[in-house]
T-cell receptor
Framework: GDSVTQMEGPVTLSEEAFLTINCTYT??????LFWYVQYPGEGLQLLLK?????DKGSNKGFEATYRKETTSFHLEKGSVQVSDSAVYFCALKVRNNAGNMLTFGGGTRLMVKP | NAGVTQTPKFQVLKTGQSMTLQCAQDMNHNSMYWYRQDPGMGLRLIYYSASEGTTDKGEVPNGYNVSRLNKREFSLRLESAAPSQTSVYFC????????????FGPGTRLTVT
C-alpha cells in the first residue's frame, strides 16, 4: 500500500544552520505530497504542498521539490530559527472510494538552539 | 472563526471506562476525520466522515465508534477504554476535493490506566 518514510529525529541544529529533512514515499499512481508542521501543544498545520512531479512547494522559507524519479520530497530551509522548532510530517494524498485520504509519515522533531 | 475545536483537552480514564471525545468545526467543511498520534508512528486515521450522514473506517478503527451528529460535529467514542488507547487524538476537517489541506484541532491527550 501507500506509505511515507521520514528520517527519524530528533534533528538538533544551531540557529542559522541549513536544514534537510528527508522524506520518501511509495504510492500507486501519482500522489500529491505535503509537509505539515506541528508546533508544541498545537494541532498540525499545512506548511507546503506539491501536486505533480518537479513542482516545488514553498512557504515561510521552507522548500520541497517533488522528485518522481527518486520518489522523494525532502524539506529544506537555508537558515533555521529557534521558532522553527516543531515536529514536521511528510504526507501524501491517496484516493479511495469516499474521498481523498492523507497518509502521514512518522514525523521528525526539529530542535533549534540559539 | 474558532476553526476546529475539541473537548476535553486532557482526560484520564481507568480501563473499562467509556468516554466521548467531541469535535466541532465552523468552516462549513463537509469532511471530518479522527486521528490518533503515537510516538514515532505519526498520525493514523481512525475514522472519517466524507459528508454528513456517512462514516467509514480508517486504518485503526478497532475499539472506537463515531457519530457524525450534523455537518459541524463529529464525535469519537471509546466504549471500553484500554491502556493501548493511551494517545493524543486529533480531529480534522476539510472541503471535499481539497482534503490535502486538513485543518486540525488542538488535540485531546488521553491516558488510560
Amino acid at each position: 500500500g501507500d506509505s511515507v518514510t521520514q528520517m527519524e529525529g530528533p534533528v538538533t541544529l544551531s540557529e542559522e544552520a541549513f536544514l534537510t529533512i528527508n522524506c520518501t514515499y511509495t504510492a500507486t499512481g501519482y500522489p500529491s505530497l505535503f509537509w505539515y508542521v506541528q508546533y508544541p501543544g498545537e494541532g498540525l498545520q499545512l506548511l507546503l504542498k506539491a501536486t505533480k512531479a518537479d513542482d516545488k512547494g514553498s512557504n515561510k522559507g521552507f522548500e520541497a521539490t517533488y522528485r518522481k524519479e527518486t520518489t522523494s520530497f525532502h524539506l529544506e530551509k537555508g537558515s533555521v530559527q529557534v521558532s522553527d522548532s516543531a515536529v514536521y510530517f511528510c504526507a501524501l494524498k491517496v484516493r479511495n472510494n469516499a474521498g481523498n485520504m492523507l497518509t502521514f509519515g512518522g514525523g521528525t522533531r526539529l530542535m533549534v538552539k540559539p | 472563526n474558532a476553526g476546529v475545536t475539541q473537548t476535553p483537552k486532557f482526560q484520564v480514564l481507568k480501563t473499562g471506562q467509556s468516554m466521548t471525545l467531541q469535535c466541532a468545526q465552523d468552516m462549513n467543511h463537509n469532511s471530518m476525520y479522527w486521528y490518533r498520534q503515537d510516538p514515532g508512528m505519526g498520525l493514523r486515521l481512525i475514522y472519517y466522515s466524507a459528508s454528513e450522514g456517512t462514516t467509514d473506517k480508517g486504518e485503526v478503527p478497532n475499539g472506537y465508534n463515531v457519530s457524525r451528529l450534523n455537518k459541524r460535529e463529529f464525535s469519537l467514542r471509546l466504549e471500553s477504554a484500554a491502556p493501548s488507547q493511551t494517545s493524543v487524538y486529533f480531529c480534522a476537517s476539510s472541503y471535499p476535493g481539497t482534503s490535502y489541506e486538513q485543518y486540525f484541532g488542538p488535540g485531546t491527550r488521553l491516558t488510560v490506566t
